[in-house]
């Protein structure tokens, strides 16, 4: 008797597999953000100084963890705001374990990467450098897994969102292209890695 055939478990999924839990999540983190923003412009806990990370400073490496959690302002958190949602969800698509190991790669090496490179002398806050590594997830990991439906969707990704990537290159004042460009590239490392074990796995059910 032949072997069933194994449904690719994550990548050949385009939505998450329960929509309303994964919406709800992205909206309780979006609430998050906006409450420490509040508590931020409220009082005078100089929360964007100490959570932020300084480059090459060891008292500023803890902000690799709290930096994305910190904006400057509620412009620059309402510009995030959306990008956030909808990568964010759309990165659920495989499943709530995939989405925090995704995340939490790319929150690390954009971080580590701000921290190594980024100016000396400055803080650098904001969740934009998750929000490059969700983007470049979600363009390459069809790629990776050699689905048609995901590489179709990533086509559509990109025609919509493509122009964030020149966030990658220096020249923006204010702009840490550094986390951009270190989120972008943790993002492709996360495809390439959930691509592989979920051959691995497949190949594994099918034996």
Known sequence: MPPAQIPRRSLARVFPPAPMAALTTMLVFTGLLYLIEFVDQVTSLRLDYDGGILPREVSGLDGVAFAPLLHGGWGHLIANTLPFLIFGFLVMAGGIGQFIAVTALIWLLSGLGVWLLGPSGYTTIGMSGVIFGWLVFLLARGFFARS??????????????GGLLFGVFPGQPGVSWQAHLFGALAGLLAAWIVARADRRVSAGLTA
């Open 148 to 161: 048609v439906k995901q590489i179709l969707f990533a086509v559509v990704l990109f025609a919509l969102w």
